[in-house]
């Protein structure tokens, strides 16, 4: 009889839950590299415009200082945004650890009651073998006492003749 895992169904149950967090916790990476892909576009733009400002009319520098001042507010906001996608993505990951804790408990136990089971498997067999065993030797000790008999019957008759 093949090894069948009691708690089968639950440990497919926390193996999904666990891909899911895992699906989870990729979506939150993917954000936080959107978010710092956007930081870096930002901080090519102020890199550009300050290139920009300094080969510009000096009539223009109030212009320039307006804008720069919106790209770095915008660079505080988005700084802002990447440190929570980092706090959320952190929880997502701590919560992905406890889904692989939570499998891990049910597959060494799956792993120990399969160790158990091959155990009973072999003290059954070798019950088995044992009994066959002692059914053959006490066969042959029959075979061997009924030639036995049937030899001491065969001397009596030579004997009484």
Known sequence: MPFNYRLQKFLEIRIRKK???????????????????????????????????????????????????????????????????????????????????????????????KEEYLYEEKMRELKTLNEIGSQKHFMKSRENASEEELEEILQNKKVSE
């Open 19 to 113: 891909e899911e967090q895992l699906a989870v916790v990729q979506e939150c990476q993917k954000e936080v590299m959107r978010i710092e892909g956007l930081i870096n576009e930002n901080n090519k733009n102020i890199q550009d415009t300050r290139i920009n400002m300094r080969k510009s009319d000096p009539r223009m520098y109030d212009g320039f200082d307006k804008f720069l001042k919106h790209l770095y507010e915008e660079g505080e906001k988005l700084e802002q945004k990447r440190q929570e996608a980092l706090d959320i993505l952190h929880k997502e990951e701590e919560i992905l650890r406890q889904r692989e804790m939570e499998v891990d408990v049910l597959d060494k136990h799956k792993e120990h009651k």
